[in-house]
């Protein structure tokens, strides 16, 4: 009987052992996860969706939020209702006005947009190119139309989270042309690299601007040092898409 006790205690032993190597493993590989996350949330901040700007990436895809609010230069703003079925009445392709091919020019001497179909003028105005970033000087063509997106990025005090930027047209990389709601200083730089328009003048360029269609490409967007009606572009090492 004794022989039977002693062998029956040692396995008892033998288990509470590995139960307890067990226990302590668990314990160590629960901690180690807690601490690899939460290293990871600190150290690695995740970026939000943004165009323009080198401290982000882009978020190239229809995005509409009419519950939420804006943030620029640390203030509060409130970004314009988007009503999409309204939105997707407008032309994707753009308005015809007027025989010739259609040209968006941006002199970046004046802070002035011209948009020409042949020699016919169509518009002029006032638009704020990059301060935080440069604008890119070259000639581009509209690869993507999108009715609305959000853009952010920057960081301190030129952080930015702007929902719902309206009537967007991308010209090159995640470079655009866009309304601007956040502020009212057109005729001075104001952006981190895109070309702000006010919302009325944004619309009524959407609307008539081409995008891509098969192998034709979207209106061509030329971005200039400066500029002399109606096609003389001035630029100093242009880029070319």
């Known amino acids: ?29 629960t901690v180690s996860c807690v601490i690899v996350f939460t290293a990871g949330n600190i150290l690695i901040k995740p970026e939000l969706p943004c165009a323009n700007s080198k401290t982000c990436t882009s978020d190239l895809s229809v995005h509409i939020d009419n519950n939420a609010t804006g943030i620029f230069e640390g203030h509060t703003v409130t970004p314009p209702k988007i009503n999409l079925k309204r939105e997707l009445a407008s032309a994707v392709l ?8 259609k040209h968006i020019y941006i002199d970046l001497s004046t802070e002035r947009l ?59 990389e995640d470079y655009g042309l866009h309304g601007a709601y956040w502020h009212n200083n057109f005729g001075h730089p104001m952006s981190h690299g895109c070309i702000n328009e006010r919302l009325v003048d944004a619309k009524k360029l959407y609307d008539w601007a081409d995008g891509p269609s098969g192998n034709t490409p979207g209106t061509e967007v030329s971005v200039c040092n400066s500029f002399t009606a109606p096609n003389t572009c001035v630029q100093n090492n242009p880029i070319n898409d």
């Open 1 to 29: 009987m004794a022989k039977k006790i002693k062998r029956k205690t040692k396995r008892v032993s033998v288990k509470k052992s590995y139960g307890i190597k067990y226990l302590k493993l668990s314990l160590l590989a």
């Open 94 to 101: 753009g308005a015809s006005t007027s025989a010739g091919q």
């Open 114 to 172: 011209y948009a020409y179909q042949g020699t016919t003028e169509f518009m002029a105005t006032y638009i704020s190119s990059g301060k935080w970033d440069p604008t890119p000087v070259g000639n581009f063509h509209i690869w993507e139309k999108l009715i609305a997106t959000r853009m952010a990025g920057g960081s301190g005090a030129d952080a930015y989270n702007l929902p719902n930027v309206p009537n967007v047209m991308y010209f090159y």
